[in-house]
């Protein structure tokens, strides 16, 4: 009997510190986080996009969606579909931009002033779209992902990466960093500097924010916005964003 209950003791402890881990989303800022999906569940992140690019030309994603599913404590296994509506001055083009589908691997803990840290792995194919946004190459994408824990409230979250666009075979560095700052259990809020640097184009530097706010631990809505610093044509364009969340 004495086995019997601590093994059901054991038992509760463990669903009950699982049931407390929250969601961890890589939305809504660019900066992806380390954390993998909890093993054998489902995590989805919609995102609803609108951004202007031009004086009369405009992107809108409905929706963007991350689909994430955890294989073990190591590994997630990522697929990504946009579908856009773009509008030109005298023109509109919309569908299913070209899917993306890869690996989020777990390389080690935070220990001390080593940050947690984690790879992404994907690749973006040329030919599973709409006909119209169908691109010529594949565009594959490696990113590091680091966080730091600064305070009991506050985190940095930075990456590093490298990728291909699908229209050229110049790669595009990028870079994020982030500070994270819990305002109250359920609310968050961030702030965020992010660049792409082509390699034979002007380069493009934002800056960002937005708030997170938890409903349940697998729920959260998102708002954020967002802005170029740099500009090549004396055009600078901005976003603005609403998402929500879920784990199963």
Known sequence: MRNLYFLALTLFLTVTAFAQEEIDTDRPDQTETPSIVPAHRFQMENGFVHQQSQKHESDLLLPTALWKFGINTNLELRLETDIIYNKFKDSTQSGLNPVIVG????????????????????????KLASRELKVDYLAPEIRLLFQNTLTENADLGYNLGINWDGESTDPIYAYTFSPNISITQKLKAYVEAYGFMPAHHHAEHWADGGFMFLITKDLQIDISAGYEITSANHYHQYYESLGVSFRI
Do not use: H, R
């Open 103 to 126: 690996l989020k691997v777990k390389l080690w803990d935070e220990k001390g002033i080593l940050p947690q840290a984690s790879l992404i792995t994907q690749m973006q194919l040329p």
